[in-house]
């Protein structure tokens, strides 16, 4: 799912080509995007971009009569940007947008649609869609640890609850807390001042890093290569390859269709994190240790 780094990119890139420009037609192929009825997209065509911001995960996009076209990609949402006119299939490509200038497009790969379109009447209506995350890249150290201890949740969930902080993900949350060198599982509650600290300081520098360099990568261009898994990245998607700090095996803990990735060096003192199915599956012989994992792969070839 794209996290606020990408977000921030693909608004950088709308900002370059449609601020400014009208909306001559939307083309809506599917009836699963459209969430909701009022005011109804056509009240956008005709009228010019004014404004584009990010709520969240979602790219807002405001017009001139003060209606907003609020996009959430979810997992497999990606933009793409053309200079003539595109037809949507439906089936791929979910709308397409086309301006005076140019035409946006939205499209989904894999048959769950789950990318959703929002439209909003004014300020108001904008604010109903914002889960209400506090913006970590102009938090201060104070805000920062109210926000993360008003409840007493583990850390991944305390990341990437979008009512807590906006715009961070599983990927980000991963790449955070490695650097960092926190626990996924560690409760909020039981922070030290100086690892609150760590997880502030860590945060920023993670997400200016990964906007810098999506930035680089974009070239001025439209971004074309959105994906949860990069290969620079320290911990997420990484999972059996060696940790860019201390050259451990990077390992995960698997629940529904995610997974949180982390060095158990680096983070968790040398103890394996139990993965849910697994440790079920094998009870007490569920290794606890690096060495103890690796002699149960040695006794297990």
């Known amino acids: 799912m794209p996290e606020l780094p990408d977000i921030t990119v693909y608004i950088e890139a709308l900002e370059q080509r449609i601020l ?43 017009f001139d009569n003060d209606v907003w076209l609020v996009l959430h990609l979810m997992i497999a949402g990606r933009l793409h940007w053309y200079e ?25 790969a894999g048959s769950q649609k789950r990318a959703a379109l929002h439209m909003a009447a004014g300020e108001a209506g904008l604010a109903a869609l914002d889960p209400g995350g506090m913006d970590v890249m102009s938090a201060s150290l104070d805000e920062f640890a109210r926000g993360l201890t008003v409840g007493n949740h583990t850390l991944k969930r305390a990341l990437t609850d979008p009512r807590v902080f906006s715009g961070i993900g599983n990927a980000y949350s991963d790449e955070i807390l490695h650097r960092a060198r926190l626990s996924p599982i ?39 290569k959105v994906t949860a898994f ?11 390859l060696p940790c860019p ?57």
């Open 186 to 224: 560690t409760l909020t509650s039981r922070l030290t001042t100086d690892e609150i600290s760590r997880l502030h300081l860590a945060t920023r520098e993670v997400l200016q890093e990964w906007i810098e360099r999506l930035r680089a990568e974009a070239a001025g261009g439209f971004p074309g």
């Open 84 to 108: 003539k006119a595109k037809k949507p299939d439906g089936r791929r490509t979910l709308a397409a947008f086309v301006f005076d200038n140019g035409c946006l497009t939205l499209t989904e």
């Open 20 to 62: 400014g420009h009208t909306l001559m037609q939307a083309h809506i192929a599917s009836v699963f995007l459209v969430r909701t009825i009022e005011p109804p997209v056509n009240d956008c065509v005709g009228h010019t971009v004014s404004s584009i911001r990010r709520v969240g995960k979602r790219i807002a996009i405001g």
């Open 245 to 301: 700090r201390c050259g451990a095996k990077i390992q995960r803990i698997r629940y529904a269709s995610n997974e949180t990735n982390y060095c158990s060096v680096c983070q968790t003192g040398g103890h394996l994190l139990a993965d849910r199915a697994l440790s079920r599956l094998l009870g007490k012989d569920w290794p606890r240790t690096l060495e103890e994992l690796e002699e149960l792969h040695l006794r297990a070839r």
């Open 230 to 240: 990069r290969p620079e990245m320290a911990a997420h998607g990484r999972y059996g």
